[in-house]
């Protein structure tokens, strides 16, 4: 495994984050019946960090919650023997929100079709809307999102790789070459 590029620097990655928020509000007309969910492990502080951003653009909490899709996945049985399950909170009520899941990157769309299951098992939302920090193609399901912080075309045999402070001790997007074709992370 090679670094081939890096694609945000911290400073990027705030700014990529800030445009998300001022899209979110603008397409929403406000912050009004708003909910943040993040798909473990990375769109759990990305959205905690899109809260913060839109609280200080508005002036309102939005609820936030944590979304484990672990026994979603339609690939479980390869990832691992016994799959660790995280967990999953949601302490505001689904039916009286617009839900924004996030997730750090979007690539076959499979995770977030496991996340849709999920949340939808917990409760029917006014809408899911989709935040990705990185798009990077490849999709094998018919799934886009609404908000991109960085379109990044990827060959297959290459990673992104998101590193926050909160969970790695930086902020940064990284490129890796994986020297075959790679799969989701």
């Known amino acids: 495994m ?22 979110i509000l603008e397409r929403n007309r406000g912050a009004e019946g708003l909910a943040l969910v ?17 609280r ?43 839900v924004i ?24 939302p006014q809408s899911i809307q989709l935040a990705v920090l990185v798009d990077r193609g490849h999709r094998e399901l018919p799934i886009r999102a609404d908000y991109v912080g960085k379109n990044l075309p990827t060959a297959k045999s290459e990673m992104v790789k998101v590193k926050l402070a909160e969970i790695d001790g930086l902020d940064a997007v990284e490129l890796w070459d994986m020297g075959q074709p790679g799969r989701e992370q």
């Open 56 to 98: 200080e653009l508005e002036g309102v909490e939005i609820p936030q919650g944590r979304l484990d899709i672990t026994l979603y996945r339609d690939d479980l049985s390869e990832i691992a023997h016994q799959p660790v399950i995280r967990e999953t909170q949601i302490d505001f009520d689904l039916q009286s929100c617009r």
């Open 38 to 54: 993040g798909i473990h492990t990375r769109g759990i502080p990305l959205a905690a960090r899109l809260a913060a951003k839109l």
């Open 2 to 23: 090679e670094l081939k590029a890096s694609i945000l620097t911290a400073d990027e990655l705030r700014r990529a984050l800030t445009r998300i928020a001022h899209e």
């Open 101 to 124: 899941l996030v997730d750090d990157v979007l690539y076959t769309g499979r995770t977030v079709r496991a996340a849709l299951d999920a949340l939808i098992d917990l409760g029917r």
